[in-house]
């Protein structure tokens, strides 16, 4: 199934004949039908095209969407340079996977390439810069073709200057890649020439992608490798396909008309996302923006904006049992419910989900096409977006202030300040405002990232200083992760040995119902034995142990 906005499905009649290459821009960005100040050709509307659209309080804007002017993103793309003037097409033939590292037994069927050029942090002298790539797809694959999907990604990133990390299953692909300049060879000029890799692979699967660029960042943004994942689900939900198929989603909707759809009554905004990421930013700015119509002394016929509700997941596991709650369904009960995630991906079975559980229940269900990343493209001041989007890429966090992210390491005098800010996010220990999750730190008892300061970080190693995420300390969970037996990929478990943190063993204490593995911790002993290897031992040749961590220059 391919995830496209629902506009897209209609043709746009226009009143001259465009070129080729206009053609060819406007087919490969027709999902997205924004009006644009800038272009000057008008168009115009079909009866089916305004008979379609999603709600009936909405016609007036989709008439004036396609009838005004051409699509913001379609008039960029006219503009955009011709990337693919020098594209040399990289073979697709049966053959063995090009030479990769392995992730180890932990994940056995992994590959990472590495990238020929990398840059750090403190890398001032170079000017060259980098560009994102975030998409997701879905398909529907056999076991060979998805082997054969692997293999060429591995060819590809073997001979292009690509980092980043895809997830591949039979039902799709999830992607963050990026490129830098290298050999003449642009960063942007890269990541279009990987997606014409991708439509030439399976044309009728990645003709209809929503590729989202983000050009001209900084070179220490790029990806040191290239790792391809292969998974089962793209987003592991614990949800089976028959009770949420993604046929059966929500209506996509392009980021005008979800900031539209946020302004309304009667509606509620869901965040897809885990807690931790809503905590440093989130959709709530049109309730402040209803709020200061009030100050402002409107009338009584001002209307209520959408209703912010946040699930408080440590992992999309979490979600179906969310929903099960009977205060979570008297909140969605006769409202129109608009989801949104990061990129999207997130939204689509999630919205799945809700429908096959509450689909009668609702007056709609709207979920947002490209995600916060998306919207950002649309609303540069941020719009209804408070605070800072959280990313799975070395941008760390993205706000409309600051488009390449806090990604790197803390200076002082270097933070650059939020606009606005949201409350919850402070440092886990001392309370002290901050936003941004470095050092790795986690929750004790749950795994998930916390906020953690600068100051504190440096005091973290005092055994007395517990670091809990806000939903532990709300819920009180006081029981480690260490001391609990999860199954289901961390989803429940049950306490085992010393119930507390304090050394009692006392049946009120709680274990969080679900656990985060983050941080990369499957290495933590693998790499101190290469730190002990790098040290003498200090009995030398005397040493009688065989298996010693410490360095014996004299054993073979």
Known sequence: MTA????????????????????????????????????????????????????PELTATATATVTGTVTSSTAAAVEEPDYLDDYEPIPIEET?????????????????????TTYSNDDKKTTARASLL????????TESQTNSLLAHLAKIANTRTLGGRIRVAPEGLNATVSSVDCDGISSQRSLRHFCQDLRRYDPKVFNETDFKFIDDIGPDRHFKDFKILPVKELVFYGIDEKKAPLTKGGTHVAAKEFHQLLERESTVVIDVRNHYEAAIGRFDGQAQKGQDKQEDGANEDTKEMAAYLDPKMRKSTDFPRWLAKNETQQQLKDKTVLMYCTGGVRCERASAYLNSQMGDSVKGIYQLQGGIEGYFKQYPD???????????DKREAVSAENPEGDGGVVRKG?????????????????????????GKKK????????LMCDSCMSKSKREDLVARCPLCVEENITVPAADVEFTDNGV??????????????EPSKKAAPSVLKWGGGHAKDKKMKKKMK?????????CARKDCFFLHPDRK
């Open 534 to 542: 790098r040290r003498l031992c200090q009995f030398g040749a005397e």
């Open 492 to 505: 429940s478990g049950r306490p085992v040995g010393d119930m507390s943190i304090t050394g009692t063993d």
């Open 96 to 116: 063995a996977t090009p030479s990769a590292s392995s992730l180890g037994k932990w994940f056995p069927k992994a590959k990472v390439i590495k990238c020929r």
């Open 414 to 438: 270097a933070a650059k300040k939020v606009k606005v800010e949201i409350a919850e996010a402070k440092c886990c220990i001392c309370d002290k405002k901050w936003h941004r999750y470095i």
């Open 4 to 55: 496209v906005d629902n506009e897209s499905k209609n043709p746009v009649q226009r009143k001259r004949r465009l070129s080729r290459k206009e053609q060819k821009a406007l087919k490969k960005h027709k999902h997205n039908k924004l009006p644009s100040k800038d272009a000057d050709e008008a168009v115009e509307a079909t009866p089916d095209e305004v008979e379609g659209c999603i709600d």
């Open 134 to 141: 975030l998409f997701y797809q879905y398909a529907s694959w």
């Open 382 to 392: 941020g719009g209804h977006f408070r605070g800072k989007n959280f990313v799975f």
């Open 443 to 450: 929750c004790r008892m749950c795994g998930v990232p916390v």
